[in-house]
C-alpha cells in the first residue's frame, strides 16, 4: 500500500544554518504531495504542497521539489530560525472517491541561538 | 474566514466509557475528515463525511464512528474506550471533489484513557 518514509529526528541546527529534511514515498500513480508543520500544543499547518511530477511547492522560504524518478518530496530551507522549531510531516494524499493523507512518522527540528 | 474549530482541548475518560469530539469546519468546506494521531507518531485517517455521509474509512474498527450536520460541522464517537485510544484527534475540512486537495487541520483535541 501507499507509504511515506522521513528521515528520523531530531535535526538540530544552528540558526541561519541550511536544513534538509528527507522524505521518499510509495504510491501508484502521481498522488499529489504535502509538508505540514506541527508547533508545539497545535494542530497541523499546511506548509507546501506539488500536485505533480517536477512541481515546485514553496512558502515562508521553505521548498520542496516533487521528483518522480526518485519517489521523493525533500524539504530545504536556506537559512532556518529558532521560530521554525516544530515537527515537519510529509504526506501524500491518495484520492478514489475520497481523499485522504498519508502522512509520514514527522521529524523534530530543534534550531538554537 | 473562520478557521476549524475542536472541542474539547482536553479530555480524561476511564476505559470503557464512551467520548464524543466535535469539529466546526471552516467557512465553505463541505468535507470532513477525522485523524489520530499517538504520541510522536504521524496523523492516521479515520474516516471521512461529505455532504452527512460518511464516504471512506481506515482501518479503525466499528466503535469509532461520526457524524456529519447540515452546517457540515461534524462529531468523532468513540465507545467502549480503551487505553490504545489515548491520542490527539485532529480533524481537517476541505472542499468535495477534485478541489479538494487541501486539508485544513483544527487544532485537535487531547483525548487520555486511564
Known amino acids: 500500500g501507499d507509504s511515506v518514509t522521513q528521515m528520523e529526528g531530531p535535526v538540530t541546527l544552528s540558526e541561519e544554518a541550511f536544513l534538509t529534511i528527507n522524505c521518499t514515498y510509495t504510491?501508484?500513480?502521481?498522488?499529489?504531495l504535502f509538508w505540514y508543520v506541527q508547533y508545539p500544543g497545535e494542530g497541523l499547518q499546511l506548509l507546501l504542497k506539488a500536485t505533480k511530477a517536477d512541481d515546485k511547492g514553496s512558502n515562508k522560504g521553505f521548498e520542496a521539489t516533487y521528483r518522480k524518478e526518485t519517489t521523493s518530496f525533500h524539504l530545504e530551507k536556506g537559512s532556518v530560525q529558532v521560530s521554525d522549531s516544530a515537527v515537519y510531516f510529509c504526506?501524500?494524499?491518495?484520492?478514489?472517491?475520497?481523499?485522504?493523507?498519508?502522512f509520514g512518522a514527522g521529524t523534530r527540528l530543534a534550531v538554537h541561538p | 474566514e473562520t478557521g476549524v474549530t475542536q472541542s474539547p482541548t482536553h479530555l480524561i475518560k476511564t476505559r470503557g466509557q464512551q467520548v464524543t469530539l466535535r469539529c466546526s469546519s471552516q467557512?465553505?468546506?463541505?468535507?470532513v475528515s477525522w485523524y489520530q494521531q499517538a504520541l510522536g507518531q504521524g496523523p492516521q485517517f479515520i474516516f471521512q463525511y461529505y455532504r452527512e455521509e460518511e464516504n471512506g474509512r481506515g482501518n479503525f474498527p466499528p466503535r469509532f464512528s461520526g457524524l456529519q450536520f447540515p452546517n457540515y460541522s461534524s462529531e468523532l464517537n468513540v465507545n467502549a474506550l480503551e487505553l490504545d485510544d489515548s491520542a490527539l484527534y485532529l480533524c481537517?475540512?476541505?472542499?468535495?471533489?477534485?478541489?479538494?486537495?487541501?486539508?485544513?487541520f483544527g487544532p485537535g483535541t487531547r483525548l487520555t484513557v486511564t
Open positions: 467557512s465553505g468546506h463541505n468535507t
Open positions: 504510491a501508484t500513480g502521481y498522488p499529489s
Open positions: 481537517a475540512s476541505s472542499l468535495g471533489g477534485l478541489a479538494g486537495d487541501e486539508q485544513y
Open positions: 504526506a501524500l494524499l491518495r484520492s478514489g472517491g475520497y481523499n485522504k493523507l498519508i
